[in-house]
């Protein structure tokens, strides 16, 4: 029986979260928000269907690759760029290539695929064919003491190796459409944006946390 990979349409979103609580995680958020499943999933030229490949065989699932769908900037350029998400093969069927199939059949449909994070298995399978980038995250500790108290030893801090100014953008545009989808539009977390012609930075509390999950911008607006 032939494996058919093709995209998935609005109306099997069900059928989608019901594979990934029954064949991955049951407890996933997904599982139970359907409005943050469409949200993340949409379709931004063909709102028809969704933004996941789906690989099945005789009309069952056996395999699927969710998408992030952005206008991405290459520098100057502009295209389609998808971030991956819930990569996933039944474990009957892992090993046969299905899974590679549906990364081949995205990156043959967007100038830019990448993906926020990655384990040993997905290394492997990706290796050869992705550029591995390490994620800087930077924290703002108000109080030493207090840190050391909670992890019950010196931190590590770590301090910037290369200083050097970065090149052109590439990720995201970070345009009105994508702030609004982004951050406003958001169906389960509210945010903060602050705008300035410098820049934007966009946060949201978390009991006593403060998380910032997205600065472009300068000093000005730091302080902010």
């Given at each position: 029986m032939s494996?058919?990979?093709?995209?998935?349409?609005?109306?099997?979103?069900?059928e989608?979260?019901?594979?990934?609580a029954?064949?991955?995680?049951?407890?996933?958020?997904?599982?139970?928000?359907?409005?943050?499943?469409r949200?993340?999933h949409?379709?931004?030229?063909?709102?028809?269907?969704?933004?996941?490949?789906?690989?099945?065989?005789g009309?069952?699932?056996?395999?699927?690759?969710?998408?992030?769908?952005y206008?991405?900037c290459?520098?100057?350029?502009?295209?389609?760029?998808?971030?991956m998400?819930?990569?996933?093969?039944v474990?009957?069927?892992?090993?046969?290539?299905?899974?590679?199939a549906l990364?081949e059949?995205?990156?043959?449909?967007?100038?830019?695929?990448?993906?926020?994070?990655?384990?040993?298995?997905?290394?492997?399978?990706?290796?050869?064919?992705?550029?591995?980038?390490?994620?800087?995250?930077?924290?703002?500790?108000?109080d030493?003491?207090?840190?050391?108290?909670?992890l019950?030893?010196?931190?590590?801090?770590?301090?910037?190796?290369?200083?050097?100014p970065?090149g052109?953008f590439?990720?995201?545009?970070?345009?009105?459409?994508?702030?609004?989808?982004?951050?406003r539009?958001?169906?389960?977390?509210?945010?903060?944006?602050?705008?300035?012609?410098g820049?934007?930075?966009?946060?949201?509390?978390a009991?006593s946390?403060l998380?910032?999950?997205d600065?472009?911008?300068?000093?000005?607006l730091?302080v902010?």
């Amino acid at each position: 029986m032939s494996t058919e990979i093709d995209w998935a349409r609005v109306e099997r979103t069900g059928e989608l979260r019901r594979f990934i609580a029954e064949r991955w995680r049951p407890g996933h958020v997904f599982a139970g928000n359907e409005e943050l499943f469409r949200w993340q999933h949409r379709s931004l030229t063909r709102p028809e269907r969704l933004a996941v490949l789906v690989a099945a065989e005789g009309g069952e699932l056996v395999a699927m690759l969710g998408l992030v769908e952005y206008d991405a900037c290459l520098g100057e350029p502009r295209g389609r760029g998808a971030w991956m998400t819930n990569w996933l093969v039944v474990p009957e069927r892992r090993g046969e290539g299905i899974g590679a199939a549906l990364v081949e059949r995205a990156c043959s449909e967007y100038a830019l695929v990448g993906a926020l994070d990655a384990n040993q298995a997905t290394r492997r399978a990706l290796a050869g064919s992705f550029v591995e980038r390490p994620i800087l995250r930077w924290a703002l500790v108000y109080d030493p003491d207090a840190v050391r108290a909670l992890l019950g030893r010196d931190p590590d801090w770590a301090e910037p190796t290369d200083r050097r100014p970065v090149g052109s953008f590439v990720g995201a545009c970070r345009d009105e459409a994508f702030l609004s989808w982004r951050y406003r539009q958001h169906p389960r977390f509210g945010y903060t944006l602050l705008e300035r012609a410098g820049g934007f930075a966009a946060y949201r509390l978390a009991g006593s946390v403060l998380r910032v999950v997205d600065f472009l911008g300068d000093e000005e607006l730091a302080v902010e």
